[in-house]
């Protein structure tokens, strides 16, 4: 009774004292992709915050007068490894020099958990630009030809916008090229608004190119302005005009007979306040081809572009129970953000466990790439040579016109060491020991003819066994408890597709009377209910792709047309600026209805 007594208390003072996790100390650090750079060209700066905490601000850049400065997004990586809470953010710069010199780069700052951290200063040399351009000009003798381009009556100045191919592929990069052309001075920086791009992901690609051309006999200072664009469904889809706003001087009809002209236009534009111009370029049109039904893998997700996959293990030798660190990196050109997790089979010699993610998008040479970074823990159960299991990983190559998969080989790793042992030794006696025990027992009585059952809260009674079941029943039950949260957290597909109703429930009670922002706020609902219950890829998803994996699951074809009939009245009020007449409580409601009849639930 003495050892189940003490057992109970060791088992209580131990979840009691569960280890939590540490946090990693802050450091910040600052570094350049090269420190000799020419006029025309730029750099690359790129700050990094390790830190315990999951969230950072963003630091606070020194005064960079010398260039233009452009942030190029950033990448973050969270793990949790051996109860250490560790978040790498990296912040992304590109920086254009102004002028030739040597210039120091001063130290960033940031404040985490009330502390300020700096990194440290970075010099920069800037030399003049090379005699051979580094990015080819057009041709002096052929005007711009691109579609879009306005010229106002007798100004020489003017805009294009234009795009690298007429047709593409869903989730397929096409890069919108946007041309200022300035012949003449301008009274202040014009001021440019890029055109609304709905059903596009949009990527910046920095730095803005400056380059001189000669059209006409009159000579331009040419500005571009280069933006990635990354379609999500099939269709042709228009981009509406780009528009700049400009202030020139106004043209004076009588300069020849100024008696002032001696002093020439610079004197006489003191009072100029300038003409006002709005040029606004032409809609553009791209025709987006559906990704082929023919050859697609089963994990395909939408993703488009030409990728690697690679895996590599910390590790290959380790002790029973200890972990083994998997990292698997997708690198290649296309949409990085969405690429998902490469998928694995499972296996019984290992606990698996997700360690982190982590991505870097870069622009360079105007084409967006990058990485993205998984990292999964293996802990072998029992000692033993195991095979971890190889990584697959599916994308489009719009070049060849064809499905890929990737696959990863198989990494050999040996566990060393006995298989952990739990059970408590049992207490063994030898035969002097067991006649030393007999020759302590009294018999009280020997006739137990007289000896009666007594119930109660003896020694024996309810109270005893109830005082012995508790603690073994809340012991076995947090067992089950913990058993079942490994196996939810090794199952994110499985977990995704069993919350995606409650979480489409919880965003439609959130609808207001705000027709416009309702019906944006529908069509991501709906569309994010499908790529949770179907574990898809919000890119890339048309609508033939959702009728057939509604069908699959035997969901009848009404309820199929009500769900995707909803979902394009909400797409078409949003794009469009109509709501159909209803209000967003009354469409909120409809969409309850079509996702219970989906769900099979009675409301």
């Known amino acids: 009774m003495r050892m189940r007594f003490r057992l109970i208390v060791i088992l209580a003072v131990a979840l009691a004292f569960w280890p939590i996790g540490s946090r990693a100390a802050t450091t910040m650090t600052a570094s350049v992709d090269k420190t000799n750079v020419s006029m025309g060209s730029y750099l690359t700066l790129t700050i990094t915050v390790e830190s315990g905490e999951q969230q950072v601000p963003t630091p606070q850049l020194p005064e960079l007068s010398a ?17 250490n809470l560790s978040s790498s953010i990296s912040f992304t710069y590109i920086l254009s020099p102004k002028r030739e010199g040597q210039f ?24 003049p630009a090379r005699t051979a351009p580094t990015t080819p000009s057009p041709p002096a003798s052929a005007p711009p030809s691109a579609e879009g381009a306005q010229r106002p009556h007798d100004r020489q100045i003017f805009i294009t916008a234009e795009l690298d191919r007429e047709s593409a592929y869903v989730n397929q990069p096409v890069t919108y090229i946007f041309r200022f052309y300035q012949g003449e001075p301008l009274l202040g920086n014009p001021e440019y608004t890029r055109p609304s791009l709905p059903g596009f992901w949009v990527e910046d690609l920095p730095p803005q190119r400056k380059f001189t051309t000669v059209t006409g006999n009159v000579r331009y200072e040419v500005t571009e302005i280069r933006t990635a664009l990354f379609p999500t469904d099939a269709g042709v889809k228009a ?3 780009a528009e700049v706003k400009a202030t020139v001087r106004s043209r004076r ?3 020849v007979r100024d008696p002032f002209g001696f002093f020439g236009d610079d004197f006489l534009s003191l009072g100029d306040r300038g003409e006002s111009l709005n040029l606004v370029t032409k809609s553009l049109k791209l025709n987006v081809l559906p ?9 395909f997700s939408g993703v488009v572009g030409q990728y690697t996959l690679d895996a ?23 949409n990085v953000k969405s690429v998902p997790a490469p998928r694995f089979d499972s296996s019984a010699a290992f606990r698996t466990l997700p360690a982190g993610t982590s991505e870097q998008i870069a622009t360079s040479d105007y084409k967006v790439s990058g990485k993205k970074v998984y990292e999964y823990v293996f802990v072998p159960q029992r000692p033993g040579t195991y095979r971890v299991p190889s990584f697959s990983f599916s994308y489009f190559d719009p070049n060849a016109r064809r499905y890929r998969t990737l696959r990863t080989d198989s990494l050999e790793v040996t566990a060393t060491g006995a298989a952990a042992d739990f059970t408590i030794p049992s207490l063994s006696l030898n035969k002097d020991q067991v006649s030393d025990l007999a020759a302590d027992v009294r018999f009280l009585k020997t006739d137990g003819s007289r000896l009666r059952l007594r119930s109660g809260i003896g020694v024996f009674g309810w109270a005893f066994w109830l005082g012995h079941a508790i603690p073994l029943m809340s012991l076995v039950g947090f067992m089950v408890w913990r058993r079942r ?14 919350s995606a109703y409650r979480t489409a429930l919880a965003q439609l009670s959130l609808a207001t009377g705000d027709r416009s922002n309702t019906a944006d ?20 998803v048309h609508r033939e792709e959702m009728r057939n994996d509604f069908t699959r699951e035997g969901i009848p074809t009404a309820h199929i047309e009500d769900f995707l009939t909803l979902l394009d009245e909400c797409d078409r009020s949003r794009y469009a600026g109509t709501s159909g007449g209803q209000s967003g409580g009354a469409v909120a409601d409809r969409a309850r209805q079509v996702l219970a009849r989906l769900e099979g639930v009675s409301r």
Request: hydrophobic share 35%; aromatic share 6%; proline share 5%.
């Open 239 to 241: 981009i509406s005009p």
């Open 253 to 255: 009809r009588t300069r």
């Open 312 to 334: 590599r293990a910390d590790v290959r030798t380790v002790n029973v129970g200890d972990p083994i660190t998997v990292t698997v990196t997708v690198t290649g050109e296309g």
């Open 104 to 127: 120091v780069i001063a130290a960033a700052t940031v404040n985490v958990g009330g502390q300020s951290y700096a990194s440290t200063p970075i010099t920069v040399n800037v030399m």
């Open 67 to 83: 260039f233009d400065v452009y942030s190029s997004g950033q990448s973050q990586n969270i793990s949790w490894i051996n109860g």
């Open 485 to 498: 949260e490994l196996a939810i957290a090794a199952d994110p597909v499985g977990r995704r597709r069993r």
């Open 291 to 299: 990704l082929p039904t023919e050859g697609r893998p089963d994990d």
């Open 521 to 540: 706020n529908l069509a991501t609902t709906l569309l994010q209910y499908y790529c949770d219950r179907f574990n898809r890829a919000a890119s890339g």
